[in-house]
């Protein structure tokens, strides 16, 4: 066995003796650690994986060890993507590629959780085939639209291109699957529907989704942003939402001019929430903000008696009043997403009046229909 290699432990490395140049030392007790040991005798870890070496970040031998091994253990999980499952590769995905590299990857949780998980998650990418991509394209299709099922087709799709970079050798079933046409929406809450609709949020049992839905329609905002809203994005005094770039669609800077019915129930969540999400998860959902309201939105469709409303409509609501009141349409583009070059204080209160007031006199013309 050469001198170099020897079963670590605290003692020997304690009594190493530094030479003219740097020596390569290796664990026979942990295979693939070793060390530098450099002339004026300081000990770096690494670890050998093939013929190449990777420092470590430990610096003592029990955690170079324990490094070492789960370096290894997810080296032989990544090497076996014929075996993986669908939620296995979201998993290795989201952690190695989405959270490290992509600013919006909550919205492709959130999306996972809502369209995918249950459906497919626990089959192996193998036995996954076009029919049953087909079947939960159709599904989404039914219930959130064709926007939102080709959106999920392409995200499947692009998780099999995902996996064959660790070797998987199976088909994509997503191939040649026709996408459904997309037509512009024009759905919005109709005055005679507001008041059933506002009467079933209220009466849900869950306030995070109570909250979500009113914030939702009060702000005109996207729905992953005002799940993913937090405290130190919002001015309670100035009446602002600071919408950094990472969090929306647009890629942009947003401020959003908050009404008086928004303000009133950011202040009330204000008096009882410690967490730093506005809307936090009760059931210690993965990004640790209410993520799913799926289910509370069926139950406000079923008790309100209102039929083909998505969440999503929430926005064009407030848009859609705003129009019908006389708002202008650079006004109303303010509203919904008014881009700023610097996000201050000084600069949101510069011409927000206009829509500060017109988004104010949409809201009082919703609740009116409620005195009706």
């Not at 290894?72 to 669908?86: I, K």
């Not at 109709?190 to 949020?201: D, L, N, S």
């Not at 942003?225 to 009446?239: N, P």
């Not at 959003?256 to 998860?281: C, F, G, N, T």
Request: net charge positive; hydrophobic share 35%; charged share 30%.
């Amino acid at each position: 066995m050469p001198d170099n290699h020897f079963k670590f432990s605290p003692s020997s490395l304690a009594k190493l003796k530094a030479g003219t140049a740097e020596q390569l030392l290796y664990d026979d007790g942990c295979p693939g650690l070793g060390l530098r040991l450099s002339p004026k005798g300081k000990i770096r870890f690494f670890v050998r994986i093939g013929s190449a070496r990777k420092s470590l970040t430990a610096t003592t031998l029990d955690a170079a060890r324990k490094q070492v091994r789960e370096m290894q253990n997810q080296q032989q999980t990544l090497s076996s993507a014929d075996e993986w499952t669908l939620q296995k590769c979201f998993d290795v995905w989201l952690e190695n590629k989405a959270k490290p590299h992509k600013r919006t990857w909550e919205r492709d949780l959130s999306r996972w959780d809502e369209y995918l998980r249950k459906q497919l998650g626990g089959q192996r990418l193998r036995s996954i085939t076009p029919i049953a991509v087909m079947e939960m394209h159709n599904r989404i299709r039914v219930d959130s639209g064709p926007y939102a099922a080709n959106d999920t087709l392409a995200f499947v799709s692009s998780l099999y291109r995902y996996a064959e970079r660790f070797d998987y050798s199976g088909r994509n079933p997503c191939r040649n699957i026709d996408r459904f046409p997309e037509q512009e929406r024009e759905r919005y809450l109709q005055p005679e529907e507001f008041p059933r609709w506002h009467a079933a949020v209220l009466s849900l049992a869950v306030p995070e989704a109570r909250d979500f839905f009113l914030l939702a329609l009060w702000t005109g905002v996207r729905r992953e942003s005002v799940l993913a809203m937090r405290w130190d994005q919002i001015d309670l005094e100035a009446k602002l939402w600071r919408l950094p770039k990472e969090g929306n669609k647009n890629k942009q800077d947003l401020i959003i001019y908050l009404s008086d019915e928004a303000v009133a129930i950011l202040q009330q969540r204000r008096s009882h929430v410690e967490s730093d999400w506005v809307l936090p998860s009760r059931n210690g959902s993965r990004s640790g903000h209410y993520a799913d309201p799926k289910a509370s939105w069926a139950k406000v469709l079923k008790e309100s008696g209102i039929k083909d409303l998505r969440v999503h409509d929430l926005r064009r609501t407030l848009g859609s009043w705003m129009a019908e009141g006389g708002t202008s349409l650079h006004i109303i583009g303010q509203t919904l997403g008014h881009k700023s070059l610097q996000s201050t204080r000084i600069y949101a209160r510069l011409g927000s009046g206009a829509i500060r007031n017109a988004v104010n006199a949409a809201s009082a013309a919703m609740k009116k229909t409620l005195e009706d």
